[in-house]
Nanobody, 126 residues
Framework: EVQLAESGVGSVQAGGSLRLSCTVS????????IAWFRQAPGKEREPVGC????????DYLETAKGRFTISIDNVEDVVYLQMNNLQSEDTAVYYC???????????????????WGKGTPVTVSS
């Protein structure tokens, strides 16, 4: 069974940093892309970034570039989302999701994701 589970400290002051983890299990995720999405209160879910597990290539939504970094620990099967200089507008529930590698270029469209974690809330206070 494919499982993705997000975790990380959920509250931070504006300007602070936070690292979220996405632990994957139940499948050989090296043939997949792992993406991060977020959904702010009252807003639609939006993509943040994506990493292709096999070659480590990363792509980000333009608004995430420079502040957010996705990395992977292939030993522990964990994908990280490092977020720096967080602002109140980054407050959201953050999700990780997986898609087969041949769909990696479609990562910005959440309909192409095959599995999802339950999400973890992040609150940025000013």
């Amino acid at each position: 069974e494919v499982q993705l589970a997000e975790s990380g400290v959920g509250s931070v002051q504006a300007g602070g940093s936070l690292r979220l983890s996405c632990t994957v299990s139940g499948f050989s995720y090296r043939d997949y892309a792992i993406a991060w999405f977020r959904q702010a209160p009252g807003k639609e879910r939006e993509p943040v970034g994506c990493i292709s597990v096999s070659d480590g290539r990363v792509d980000y939504l333009e608004t995430a570039k420079g502040r957010f970094t996705i990395s992977i620990d292939n030993v522990e099967d964990v994908v990280y989302l490092q977020m720096n200089n967080l602002q109140s507008e980054d407050t959201a529930v953050y999700y990780c999701a997986s898609a087969p590698i041949f769909l990696a270029t479609m990562w910005k469209q959440d309909g192409y994701m095959s599995s999802w974690g339950k999400g973890t809330p992040v609150t940025v206070s000013s």
